[in-house]
């Protein structure tokens, strides 16, 4: 059953005189729980893809389907609330609001949509990415592993449909990488969470369950893998 | 940012602008009104001005007026004339004289006349048409016997001058005779057989002070200096104070805007952080950076600088153009520099503060953010489990951004207290002004009331030449247009005391300076201070006030009181000279006369009717305050000195701190007075009528005054016998005044009262308007401009603020907030950091508005709360749309825009 489908993503950009064609026709399907990896070259329009499909881009044409219903007839407000209740993200560069402490930056997306956080949920998140002692701080006196571990956290406190992560692992050492990726990995299948996530490193892309190879905006390769 | 430094460099350059504008236009209607000099010295040709220019007591060259006649209207009274004569150079250049119509005369027989001397001669001729005068033609200090016919073209109406000047004070009046008013062109020769007078203009050396009056009598000196110093009234007292006030504001707007430039310049600094990191690893020094940051400042000044002198210099002129003839702006070069030098070096300045802070980060310090790890160390931060996003975001922000905001604070509060003490003294200007008259017209006559004896009426005045009669008062009221005339009498009593003057009338008589009311020449006093003599400096004149007051002041009888005393049998008597007003029973609203002005006793009207009681102004304690002014003369006054007594300005409060004298009322309601009514019938019989009162009330609880006087109805005076006839009409129109309408009603008065001064409150409330209207653009462009400095501080701010953390509101957008949320978090930051200011600026307001007011309007100025709201009211809204605006931006692109272009 797929969650989120994409017909004909086309995504255009002004550069000086010149257009840039960053997604070119794009047609894709998603499906509920699925952990898919999309790698392609610098430059390739895979974060472009990523940003457009959930909604933090609009697409020059073409569209995006979230639960078969069209993400065109969402007004701002819409898109809004489903950003806050359907989607989580994690940026490369963690993205985490720097006047908040850690926990605070977790529960930022529960109190936009001003519900009580399920503390046994948050709990499970929170042990799961080990930074329970990191809580109390704010973002600058952390390190980028615990920052990127307290966007996931964030990205999954109101447990979203879908989490879209843009190169996670890309401003982390080796270990911290492979860390965020099997936690990733982990809260997805645990929590039953649709995984879309942009990567260039091949050792990430390994670890999906279906990879889509971007070049020149448009999908080259779409590979499935029963793991 | 380049908006700012335009801003900054305006205002900056402003100031030399405003305070140049604001010194050449107080000169300018100093000069307007009372000429360049400071001297002038009538019968000059008696004089020989050799010596004192030797010495240096003369200032410059001498200029001198050349009197050759005087001159009057063929048709209307001798008395009503002016001296006609021309200036040379040089008095023509101090002199000043001013061509409000027409210009002045170049050919033989034409005349220019200043406009007060047109209608004192009561010459309706249009300019360009022939005017017949009688003359007498000027014989050095007198005038030749026969009187002659001169005819001349008018060809210029000039502003008044001579008018101005003698009206400086009760001396001149008699010595600005001798000033033309009416001119002809330059070397225009006298009748044959006559001298021609001179007239003296020049300015002292004020080191050598004093030396000139060595030689020239005071009688003959008018020293215009002296008025223009003490001068408290009139628009170049007010220009005056303004000059400091415009000086202060100036400051302060360049101050705020300099702040501003401040802040934007930290905030594109901040944008540049990195930029100046990677310069310092690659090697730059603090030197290297502050000069390629410091240029790159330069240059922009630079490429402003123009545009922004002539905003400064175009709004300085707009100014001054809409404040009228008077205000004149026209800087020369040294200014115009000093405005370019002083626009360059504020916004230079300002731009340096924050390239010196950033420039000693460390280069890593630069590159990474570790500014928020430097805010937070010192800061106790909670983390929350449940909180308001915008509120709680809000509230971090302002913890961490502390300094910024207080600065912002700062320039809110000063922009509410200067606004609403602006608004409050506009408020205060136009609630005065609004309900000022109830009548229409005012015509005045005290001849009667100043004849040369003060202790006996004239009747022959009052038979013959008093023109405010019964007849005159029918007369106005059957002009259609009248609705109503009252009259008001004023006469002079005596009252009869068995042994000395109480003390309390004494202090009174100390008051009756420049009168012959009193039982001792005082006046002579005055002039024993005020004229040559042995060591008569300023000291000296202060030290025989302060030393034996009463001794000077009753050291000369008077001969009138003597004389009266004598042929009024009052030899074992003492009289107490006192002027009584009398209004008529339905319209008894003097001034004093209200319910909260009576001490004790009330007012019954028919008691005062009858003539049985009458009302006297007598405050419980009164004071005579004298003091020796330093440019000559003395300043003195008689002052209620009851707490409840209101004081009325500034002035008026430095000569109460000077009281030489003082007592308490001696009067009680009940008691009674014994009046005498002395009259001369012009053929020296004099009559005496006596007369036992009692007093029914007595008033004066919180005038500022301390002149005693008696108050009656015009039927109570009426019960002396003696029938006396009107000092003063007031006319009350049917309708509204319009210029239309004043202009017939002016006709029809004239005819009624010829030569006598008409008062048209419509004209005073003319000009008055006019006053109003340069009163109201002056504060209105004052407050605009501080609410424009203001709100483009607070947006600049805010704009840095959303700048800065665009990355936030993008992250914030991409968990789901939405634009509402963004702007309520930012409106909670604003409307704290408005409330700091406007809480600051509204209780220093509040608190300190007397003392504020005083010092930057030089007047007390009444509390007024809505300023304070609307101030609130206009800040906020703009504050909201710019918010909103810049949101709007930041939402129209793309939350990845936002995240990324940090």
Redesign the interface.
């Known amino acids: 059953m797929n969650i989120i489908e994409c017909k004909n993503l086309t995504k255009e950009y002004l550069s000086g005189e010149n257009t840039v064609v960053a997604l070119n026709d794009v047609s894709l399907e998603f499906e509920k729980g699925e952990f898919c990896a999309i790698t392609g070259p610098s430059g390739s329009g895979k974060s472009t893809f990523l940003?457009v499909l959930s909604s933090?881009?609009?697409a020059t044409s073409g569209e995006v389907i979230y639960n078969n219903e069209s993400l065109k007839n969402y007004n701002?407000?819409q898109l809004?609330?489903?950003?806050?209740?359907r989607f989580g993200?994690v940026?490369q560069?963690y993205?985490?609001?720097?006047?908040?402490?850690?926990?605070?930056n977790i529960?930022?997306?529960i109190?936009?949509?001003k519900k009580?956080?399920d503390e046994e949920y948050l709990k499970k998140i929170i042990d799961i990415l080990g930074i329970e002692d990191r809580?109390?701080h704010?973002p600058?006196?952390l390190s980028g592993g615990q920052q990127q571990r307290i966007a996931i956290a964030?990205a999954l406190a109101n447990k979203p449909s879908i989490l879209f992560a843009d190169e996670p692992t890309g401003n982390l050492d080796g270990k911290s990488g492979r860390e965020v990726l099997s936690l990733l990995k982990y809260v997805s299948k645990e929590l039953g969470v649709t995984l879309i996530l942009v990567t260039h490193d091949l050792h990430v892309a390994e670890q999906a369950d279906r990879v889509i190879r971007i070049e020149d905006g448009a999908v080259v390769e779409d590979s499935k893998f029963n793991q | 940012m380049i908006i700012g430094i335009v801003l900054a460099m305006m205002f900056s350059s402003g100031v030399p602008f405003f305070i140049s504008c604001m010194n050449s236009s107080r000169d300018e209607i100093q000069y307007r009104k009372q000429g360049k000099q400071e001297t002038i010295v009538i019968d000059a040709q008696n004089y020989d001005f050799d010596i004192p220019i030797e010495q240096g007591a003369i200032d410059g060259d001498i200029g001198f007026a050349h009197v050759l006649s005087y001159a009057w209207n063929e048709r209307e009274d001798f008395s009503d004339g002016t001296m006609i004569g021309w200036l040379d150079d040089r008095a023509t250049e101090l002199y000043y004289p001013i061509v409000s119509e027409g210009r002045m005369p170049k050919k033989q027989n034409e005349i220019a006349i200043e406009k007060s001397a047109l209608q004192r001669m009561r010459l309706d001729t249009k300019l360009g048409e022939k005017v017949t005068l009688k003359a007498l033609i000027c014989d050095s200090d007198e005038f030749l016997e026969e009187e002659t016919d001169v005819a001349y073209t008018l060809v210029g109406i000039l502003s008044d001058k001579k008018s101005n000047i003698e009206h400086f004070y009760d001396e001149a009046i008699t010595k600005a005779n001798k000033i033309p008013a009416a001119f002809v062109t330059k070397d225009t020769q006298i009748e044959i057989g006559g001298k021609e007078a001179l007239v003296a203009f020049f300015n002292e050396n004020r080191k050598e002070d004093g030396y000139l009056y060595t030689d020239v009598p005071y009688t003959n000196i008018i020293d215009t200096s002296f008025v223009y110093y003490f001068s408290s009234t009139d628009s170049y007292a007010t220009i005056s104070n303004n000059v400091g006030t415009v000086t202060f504001l100036s400051v302060l707007l360049a101050f705020m805007s300099c702040f501003g430039i401040v802040n934007a310049f930290n905030s594109n600094l901040k944008e540049r952080k990195k930029q100046i990191g990677m310069l310092k690893a690659v090697g730059a020094t603090r030197k290297q950076l502050i000069t390629i940051f410091g240029r790159e400042a330069f240059i922009i000044c630079l490429l402003t600088a123009p545009l922004s002198v002539a905003l400064s210099y175009g709004a300085v002129r707009a100014y001054a153009n809409i404040m009228g003839d008077s205000f004149i702006f026209e800087p020369d070069f040294l200014v115009l520099i000093a405005g370019v030098f002083l626009g360059i070096i504020c916004v230079m300045l300002s731009s340096l503060i924050p390239l010196f802070n950033i420039s000693r980060l460390s280069p890593m310090q630069a590159i990474r953010n570790i500014e928020m790890m430097r805010k937070i160390r010192n800061k106790k931060i909670k983390t929350q489990t449940s909180f308001s996003v915008e509120r709680h975001l809000a509230k971090r922000k302002l913890l961490f951004s502390k300094g910024k905001n207080i600065a912002i604070s700062v320039i809110i509060a000063c922009c509410v207290i200067i606004s609403c003490l602006s608004l409050s003294f506009l408020n205060s200007v136009l609630e005065n002004t609004a309900t000022y008259y109830d009548i229409d017209y005012e015509i005045n006559d005290y001849g009667g009331v100043g004849s040369s004896n003060s202790f006996i009426n004239d009747l022959s005045y009052q038979n013959t030449e008093s023109p405010l009669t019964e007849n005159k008062k029918q007369e106005v009221l059957e002009i259609p247009q009248v609705k109503d005339i009252y009259g008001e009498k004023q006469v002079k009593l005596n009252i009869v005391f068995k042994g000395e003057v109480p003390e309390y009338l004494q202090i009174n008589e100390y008051a009756s300076f420049t009168t012959t009311s009193s039982r001792f020449l005082t006046a002579e006093f005055s002039d024993a201070l005020s004229t040559s003599g042995q060591g008569n400096s300023y000291s000296d004149y202060s030290k025989k006030i302060n030393d034996n007051l009463k001794a000077y002041m009753q050291a000369a009888p008077n001969p009138d009181y003597i004389h009266t005393k004598k042929v009024a049998d009052f030899e074992n008597e003492e009289l107490f000279n006192v002027e009584v007003t009398a209004q008529s029973s339905e319209l008894f609203v003097f001034d004093e006369i209200t319910k909260d002005n009576i001490i004790a006793g009330e007012i019954n009207i028919d008691k005062l009717n009858s003539g049985e009681e009458i009302l006297i102004y007598a405050p419980e304690k009164i004071g005579f305050s004298c003091e020796a002014n330093p440019g000559g003369g003395i300043s003195y006054g008689l002052y209620n000195l009851a707490p409840e007594a209101e004081v009325d300005n500034t002035s008026d409060m430095v000569f109460r701190d000077n009281i030489k004298a003082e007592a308490d009322s001696p009067f009680k309601v009940g008691d009674t007075l014994t009046l005498t009514l002395l009259c001369d019938d012009g053929n020296g019989n004099i009559t005496r009528e006596d007369k036992e009162v009692k007093i029914g009330a007595i008033l004066g609880k919180n005038s500022s005054s301390g002149v005693f006087r008696i108050f009656t109805t015009l039927e109570g005076l009426d019960t002396f016998k003696t029938n006396f006839n009107y000092s003063i009409f007031d006319i009350e129109l049917k309708a509204d005044c319009s210029a239309e309408l004043d202009e017939i009603m002016q006709a029809e008065l004239s005819s009624i009262f010829p030569g006598k001064d008409i008062t048209s409150v419509f004209e005073f409330f003319e000009s008055e308007k006019q006053e109003r209207k340069m009163m109201i653009i002056s504060i209105a462009s004052l407050v605009f401009v501080f609410l424009c400095v203001s709100i483009s501080l607070i947006n600049n701010s805010i704009s840095a603020q959303i700048r800065d953390g665009k990355r936030t509101l993008g992250t914030l957008r991409a968990v789901g907030a939405s634009e509402k949320e963004l702007v309520s978090s930012y409106i909670i930051q604003i409307a704290n950091i408005m409330l700091l200011g406007f809480g600051a600026g509204s209780i220093i307001y509040l608190c300190s508005y007397r003392f504020i007011g005083l010092i930057a309007f030089g007047d007390y100025v009444p509390i007024a709360i809505w300023p304070v709201l609307l101030i609130f009211i206009i800040l906020s809204i703009a504050c909201y749309i710019n918010l909103k605006l810049k949101i709007k931006t930041i939402t129209n692109n793309s939350i990845v825009e936002n995240i990324r272009e940090l």
């Open positions: 940003h933090l881009e609009n701002d407000n809004s609330i489903l950003r806050r209740r993200f940026f560069a993205n985490l609001v720097e006047e908040l402490t850690g926990y605070e529960l930022l997306p109190m936009l949509d009580k956080p809580l109390s704010l600058s006196a964030r």
